[in-house]
Each structure stands twice: as C-alpha cells, then as structure tokens.
C-alpha cells in the first residue's frame, strides 16, 4: 500500500470520526486506527500516521465546531474535501485499485463491528466519489461488514467449508438424479474437509476481480504468509490457501467454479482416430483419440522431437490430420481456426543461442534454485538430461 493511499485512509477516516456525537466518540485512533495500521507498517510509520489522524481530526472539529454547535451529519466542507480527496485517487488509481481502496476504507470503518448511519452515509459519499457500481457498492460494503454476506449479488460469492450442500455422485446415481444442490444452499459452495469455518470469496465483475476473507478458527495461509480472520485478501493467480489437515485449495479451482457456473454449456474438443503422416515419411502422429472439457489445463510433454508441436498445428487447426477428426462441439476444428473461434499462441524459447543445452539448463536452474548447493544443481541439470533424453545432444549449441 502506498503513502497517498494510506493518507487518503486516515483523511478520510478523520472527516468521518470529526461528525460523531459527543457520545459517539472514543478514542478512536487507538482502538481502530492504530491497530488497523500496525497490521500494515512497522512501529515508526504507525506513530506518524497516528499523529496524522489526530490533526486532521483536531481540524475538522474546530471546523465542524465553528459551523454549528451539533453536528448530526457531515457537512458540506467536509463533503467537498471527500470529493477532492477522491478525485485526486481517481487521477492516481487505476478501477482495480480504487475499488481496493474502497474496500479498505470499509475494513477500517467496521474495525469496531459496529456502523452507525453517518457512516453508512459517508460510505455512500466515497463510492459515488469513486464512481462504483451502486450494486457492486452495495456487494462490497456487504462483504466486508456482514459476517454471513448478507447483500451480495448470490451469483458473485462463494462459500468454502466443510458442509456438505450438494448430494455426493455415489448417492446422486443410486438415486438416478444429477447432483444438486441441498436444501438451504445459496451462494456457490465449494466443500474442503476438516475447513472448520468459512472462507467467503467474491468476485468484483467490473474488474474481473477475486477477493477472499476467512472466518473460523484455523490457521490458514495465503503464499506463506498467515491470513488474519475477517480481514478480506486478493485472490491472485496462482494462488494457494494452505492449513492443517486440509487440502490445498487453489485460486484457478475457485475461479473455474465461477466460470463453470456462467457458461452452462460446456466446450467438448474431441479427437477421433486421429493420425498424421509427415510427406514422404513414416513419421508423424500415431493413431489415438480423446475427449476434453472446458474447464481444465492440459499439458503435453514428450522429448525433443516426439511430436509436441505437430500435435499443436493439429489441435490449433493449422494442420489436417491424415485421418480421423477433430472437433469442437461437433464444428470441425480446421473450420472453427478459420473462423476466429480458436486461439493460439506460438511459443517463444527463452534460450540463449551462444550456450550449450547443458548451459542453458544449469543457468536457469541457478536462478530457479538459488538456495541449491553446486551438487544438487549438478544432479537436477543431469536428471533433466535423462528425464528429456538430451544427454547425446547436452554440450551442442542451442542456436
């Protein structure tokens, strides 16, 4: 989090606690602002936002003060001064951040668990200032301050525990329904056993955003790094929440859910019988078939020179097979290449022409595996050598 966006934080925060009720009001910087900031920064840079808050707030009230002898609701010059404040993020800030800003400024209100009108009506000022989606608005402030998200937007949440809401496929089959959902299911549900709690996942449509926040009394970790109950966290690609004695739970898994939920219809791309022959040779692609859904990541691997690339052209349409078929939801896949319904792209080596093969491996297995020590990367280059079959060709030049 950067400097302007942690003093537009504590700004904005000033105005809102500076129109409080004299039986409103607590010490609020040491209850909510401190150790919401302590979370983020070391011990200096606490105190010196701390002192920050307290002047603004200290301006404010003489301004408030001055204006009338009760304030019951924010008034105009700290209306304006929200506008200023947001319109120079909004120079700053690209949707994504603003919206994270939004979010953070909503953590930092609910800190106490307790909202009361005036805040609720500043909450509303700052999302206008923002620009947000009155109904993505309404989602996030939703997600943050009610436990159970009561608010959201059901097909924009997601529910991770360790109950069960839809019946297994054994019982579904026995019997002869398709699974579905129990009674009492709402939100889209993922089920992790011994996941005591709930995570609760959003997605922010606007800007193809995933945000998470657990609550329960686990020990979970995002990337290492432990997740503080209740405080929401972005889900980034590749991202994996770990914790004891349940599975991993993998940011592609969730976000296929969601996907899988908006397109009903699924992508079939089969293969029949399919050969190839390269021209005057017997080499090409053996006769196999296969059947895939969308929804998954595929690999293909094989040794230099097996038929990787080949077997690419002919998924990607750039190439016939020599027989059999290939289809995407029974439309010819030659067809569908032509038609912009497909889309490729060309892998490029990151190699370096003037090295060897070995030298190119163990370059970046050094950077890949920098704590390894001389030997073991010695050994990890080798295996990878044996693994791929590149020992006779280990000390040619790649280029």
């Known amino acids: 989090m950067t400097e302007s966006i942690i003093n537009a934080l504590v700004h904005l925060f000033a105005i809102i606690e500076s129109v409080k009720e004299d039986n409103d009001v607590v010490d609020s910087g040491e209850v909510i602002i401190k150790p919401y900031l302590s979370k983020l920064l070391n011990q200096e840079l606490t105190n010196e936002y701390l002192r920050l808050f307290y002047d603004y707030l200290s301006f404010y009230r003489e301004v408030n003060a001055e204006a009338s002898d009760h304030i019951l609701e924010i008034d105009s010059s700290s209306i304006l001064q929200v506008a200023k404040i947001c319109n120079q ?7 994504r951040e603003r919206i994270i800003v939004f979010m953070q400024l909503l953590e930092l209100i609910n800190t106490d668990e307790k909202v009361i009108p005036r805040e609720n009506e500043f909450i509303s000022l700052v999302a206008m200032n923002f620009n947000l989606n009155a109904a993505e608005a309404h989602s996030l402030k939703s997600f943050i301050i009610d436990p159970n998200g009561k608010g959201i937007d059901k097909d924009k949440a997601m529910v991770i525990d360790n109950k069960m809401t839809e019946w297994p496929e054994e019982v579904a089959w026995m019997m002869r329904k398709k699974s579905k959902k129990l009674p009492g299911a709402s939100f889209h549900h993922m089920y992790v056993e011994n996941l005591f709690g709930k995570i609760l996942v959003l ?25 503080v109950p209740r405080k929401f966290y972005l889900l980034k690609p590749g991202s994996i929440i770990k914790g004891p004695n349940i599975r991993s739970i993998y940011e592609s898994e969730i976000i296929r859910q969601f996907v899988q939920e908006r397109n009903k219809v699924k992508i079939v791309l089969a293969g029949e019988d399919l050969t190839y022959r390269f021209k005057d040779s017997a080499n090409g692609i053996h006769k196999f078939s296969f059947n895939e859904e969308s929804g998954n990541l595929i690999g293909i691997m094989g040794g230099s020179g097996v038929g990787k690339s080949t077997l690419i052209n002919l998924l990607n349409g750039k190439l016939e097979p020599s027989s059999g078929r ?7 896949i030659h067809r569908a290449s032509q038609e912009g319904v497909i889309g490729y792209v060309p892998q490029d080596d990151m190699l370096f022409e003037e090295l060897t ?8 297995a050094q950077i890949c595996f920098s704590d390894f020590s001389p030997s073991l990367l010695e050994k990890t280059v080798n295996k990878i050598l044996d693994d ?9 030049k790649v280029g």
């Open 89 to 95: 993020l909004n120079k700053e800030l690209q949707s």
């Open 203 to 227: 997605h922010i449509a606007s800007v193809d955003t995933y945000v998470f926040k657990y609550d329960g009394p686990l020990n979970l970790y995002l990337e290492g790094n432990k997740i």
């Open 388 to 396: 791929l079959d590149l020992q006779d060709i280990k000390d040619l």
């Open 326 to 332: 290939i289809h995407l939801n029974g439309h010819t």
């Open 357 to 364: 093969v070995y030298q190119n491996l163990h370059f970046n």
